[in-house]
């Protein structure tokens, strides 16, 4: 990854079949603020290409409204119940069909993402909406869905940092070996 320019927005993607979290963080002098973050409640009932259509329009037009330079999305996790699975997988399509294929997108597992934010993998959602709410200065209460997508952007702006710092050090370390 490059290092962070001066702006970067980020859209954080928690996609699922019943409700898909949204969150939008932005680097902006010198650090990561919150821009915007929420539900996208997909109708029960009616067929699956409809609610998947939903998805698919509803995230559109957030990525036309916010006009993010970079997605990171939750890959989906292996479920016991193999109905569960294929219509998270089918949300989680419909999610990434949204995204402008111009659009760099980035997926993290959860267990990376509440490693990245709380210091453990098998953190608990509370324990995740804490973190998220006090590293973006957030008041109140978050939704879990809209929680996780702010977490996911966070792990990616993580992993950007992360990435700038071991580029820095790898080029300041070209030719600066000892000479004893």
Known sequence: MPA????LRVLGL??????????????????WRHVAHGCIAVP?????AAR???IFERLSELVALHRP?????ERV??????????????????ALCAVPHELPLFEYAPRAV???LVGS????????AHMVRTMLGLEGRLAADAADALAVALCHAHSRQLARLAGACAVGSIGSGSTR
């Open 77 to 94: 996790f292996v479920n016991r119940n193999v109905d569960s699975a294929l219509k998270l997988g089918q949300a989680r399509g419909a």
């Open 44 to 48: 029960s009932g009616g067929a699956i």
């Open 4 to 7: 962070t320019p001066e702006q």
């Open 52 to 54: 998947l259509r939903w």
């Open 114 to 116: 509440k490693l990245a």
């Open 69 to 73: 330079a970079e997605v990171a999305v």
């Open 14 to 31: 928690d996609p699922g079949s019943r409700i898909t979290g949204y969150g939008v963080i932005e680097f902006r002098t010198g650090q």
């Open 121 to 128: 993998g098998a953190a608990e959602k509370p324990q995740v």
